[in-house]
């Protein structure tokens, strides 16, 4: 790690150390570990088996992605790569250690084929992240006033809203615009300097508009993970007595999501734990230590199946594949 590395790092923990040791001063952290320590086992249980699913959902996506390159690996194998990369993403120091744990994964299994395998891990983020942006985007007209009750909530609320306009945008001219705006973006591709990344950036464009379809569908998947994890904080919220209907957290959760994206805390600590006492208090008038003890069982959640990508990491070992990129099964031992 290098010492910019570990500034950031100490940074993020520092911020996510002040805002819960600010929240903590605000509320009676008795009452918080009462509702954390009588939480309902089911919802619980239930929240476990829906984050796996959003796992498998991640597999499947990044399959379809892959397939883009005409690369074949059997969903099994991207399964446990995608589980370890969750375990990583968690407690890897940065903000990229999923993508970077894909990424060499996939090189050992598509040895021949890195750069455009890795190119898939990009694609996969980026659609992630414009999923993230969307749905928050849809959600904050129906809590700006909340949003607009102090100087930060406010600027972020507008930060989110440029960003999703931006990416609505961009993804109304890609499936709408016909084959001639395509050609013209990528002559415009063509007309710089001679290099080998700009004729891979213009294959990869090529690749994209002929394959609108499986895009599509890879979108669709990505923000229907955005909905199960809405589900997940519902989930939470029932565990520990908040009776909030489902249609009130799918209001304010995406923005939410959209927050702990942003690379400023250590796995969403302090960011979640805040958003989510300000809506619910607001929204539902739920009293903060019920709220902050939601944010928590959730936040257990996602560890239990992040722990479970450990435990993978320690007796999964892929095979070595051939050059093709076309591969069998590998074997988790």
Not at 106 to 124: F, K, N, W
Not at 205 to 219: D, E, F, P, Q
Not at 229 to 241: D, E, H, M, N, P
Request: charged share 15%; proline share 4%; glycine share 8%.
């Amino acid at each position: 790690m290098t010492r910019r590395q570990a500034i950031f790092l100490a940074a993020k923990i520092v911020f996510a150390a002040a805002v819960l040791g600010w929240l903590f001063h605000k509320v009676d952290v008795e009452r918080v570990w009462i509702s954390v320590r009588d939480a309902r086992r089911g919802p619980v249980a239930l929240g476990v088996m829906l984050c796996l699913f959003t796992v498998a959902i991640a597999g499947w996506r990044w399959q379809q992605l892959l397939r883009l390159f005409q690369i074949t690996l059997p969903l099994r194998q991207l399964l446990c790569i995608v589980q370890v990369g969750q375990f990583f993403m968690m407690f890897l120091p940065g903000p990229v250690g999923d993508d970077l744990t894909r990424m060499l994964y996939i090189a050992r299994l598509a040895p021949g084929r890195i750069g455009e395998a890795c190119t898939s891990v990009l694609l996969d983020r980026c659609i992630g992240l414009a999923s993230v942006l969307v749905v928050a985007t849809l959600c904050i007209p129906w809590q700006w006033n909340v949003l607009s009750t102090s100087r930060q909530t406010y600027w972020f609320a507008l930060a989110i809203l440029v960003a999703g306009a931006v990416v609505c945008s961009f993804g109304a001219i890609f499936f709408l615009a016909g084959h001639p705006t395509h050609r013209w973006f990528e002559n415009r591709l063509r007309s710089l300097p001679a290099h080998s990344l700009r004729d891979e950036i213009a294959r990869i464009w090529g690749l994209l508009c002929a394959n609108k379809a499986v895009l599509a569908r890879v979108i669709v998947a990505a923000m229907t993970t955005q909905l199960f994890l809405c589900v997940l904080f519902y989930l939470a919220g029932r565990s520990v007595g908040i009776a909030a209907p489902f249609a009130v957290w799918f209001t304010f959760v995406p923005i939410v999501l959209a927050a702990n994206a942003l690379p400023i805390t250590f796995a969403g600590l302090g960011v979640r734990e805040y958003l989510l006492v300000l809506f619910l208090g607001v929204i539902a008038q739920i009293e903060s230590e019920r709220a902050l003890a939601a944010s928590f069982v959730a936040f257990s959640m996602l560890l239990v199946v992040c722990l479970f990508g450990g435990l993978l990491y320690v007796f999964y070992r892929p095979k070595a594949q051939g050059r093709s990129g076309e591969t069998g099964e590998g074997r988790a031992t």
